[in-house]
């Protein structure tokens, strides 16, 4: 599909803390990207940059091949067609769900009453608002709250929607409906999403990329499955899931998913020996903890009736599916 945006050797820096360092992106049409990354990765600043919230130091950021200048004119008209969505939802107080999804279509797009009445009711429906039209901000849930900012974002039918860790402010329960929501809403516009998220499993289960960023560099872009599968560097193993990492002499480590790791009891020729530290039972699965040599610990999932045969400070062995190798 075509590239809507395209972010070419972009820096920024706050005095001499640089924040992002040389970012190359290519977001196609129609895409979910999702960007993570630890806190003070760059992710939110990354994305204020795309905005032009914030200045760039260096590079470009281009829309359908066409620098975005630093010129009001510019940036205005850019933000007409690349909307934003804030995790502290940015609703005027004192307005009602309807006024908040009226007043950009017609304060900046100098849209008719009735068009734009017509858009923000359309909008409404789709993120299940439309009996809440005048309700203050302050008689919403969080849940609702953020759906009102999705469709006042809609309401200027923008091709990108920026979300800034949209799901932050809400509890699991609501994220995880917010998270269907979203995924259903964006299907149906066919909007572009660039989304920002602290939330691994978010990402997982929302984008079609995913952009895993670590002290403002890009460690790895790739499809949910290739970053799960073939993490790229050792942050990226570590970041993205579960994943065990046993040192060897060399100072080098070999990495382990805990589903890639098999348990059987007492000792087994060829393989890790260790202890049964702990066992958790979490649903459907188990999870076992086992001490092998130098204190190193690794972590197993077993099914319940696995499990059931195990006891703490069992003799056990351990073989691996799959592993990883990543450097000192």
């Known amino acids: 599909s075509e590239t809507v945006i395209s972010i070419k050797d972009l820096s920024k820096s706050f005095g001499d803390h640089e924040v992002l360092r040389k970012i190359d992106i290519d977001v196609h049409s129609g895409e979910v990207i999702c960007i993570v990354g630890s ?20 590079g470009k950021i281009l829309y359908h091949d066409k620098e975005v200048r ?6 205005n008209d850019y ?15 004192n307005m009602t769900v309807l006024q908040n999804c009226m007043l950009c279509t017609r304060r900046v797009l100098h849209l008719p009453k009735q068009e734009a009445f017509d858009r923000a009711i359309t909008h409404l429906k789709a993120v299940g608002m439309a009996p809440y039209i005048n309700a203050k901000p302050s008689q919403l849930s969080g849940g609702q709250k953020q759906r009102v900012a999705i469709a006042r974002a809609l309401v200027n039918e923008p091709k990108v929607l920026l979300l800034d860790e949209p799901l932050g402010a809400l509890d699991a329960k609501i994220r995880k409906q917010m998270q269907i929501e979203l995924k259903k809403i964006q299907r149906e516009v066919g909007i572009t999403f660039i989304y920002v998220t602290h939330d691994q499993e978010e990402a997982m289960a929302l984008s079609h990329r995913i952009v895993v960023m670590n002290k403002g560099f890009i ?95 069992d ?14």
Request: charged share 20%; glycine share 6%; with cysteine.
């Open 315 to 328: 003799r056990v062995s351990l073989s691996f599916a799959k592993t990883f190798q990543y450097c000192a």
């Open 39 to 58: 806190s003070g990765s760059g992710k939110s600043t990354l994305l204020r940059c795309i905005n032009k919230l914030e200045k760039q130091t260096s």
């Open 70 to 75: 630093n010129v009001q004119k510019d940036i």
């Open 219 to 313: 460690e790895q872009i790739g499809t949910p499955t290739e970053i799960y599968d073939h993490p790229a560097t050792r942050f990226v193993a570590s970041f993205i899931g579960e994943m065990n990492f046993l040192t060897k002499q060399d100072g080098s480590s070999v990495a382990v998913r805990p589903e890639d790791v098999t348990i059987t009891r007492g000792e087994v020729q060829g393989q890790i020996s260790g202890d049964v530290r702990t066992i958790m039972v979490l649903g459907h699965f188990v999870e076992v903890n086992v001490e092998v040599e130098n204190r190193q610990v690794i972590k197993t999932y077993v099914a319940r009736n696995v499990a059931d045969q195990l006891h703490m400070k």
């Open 79 to 93: 933000r007409s067609k690349v909307g934003m969505v804030f995790q502290s939802f940015n609703l005027f107080n």
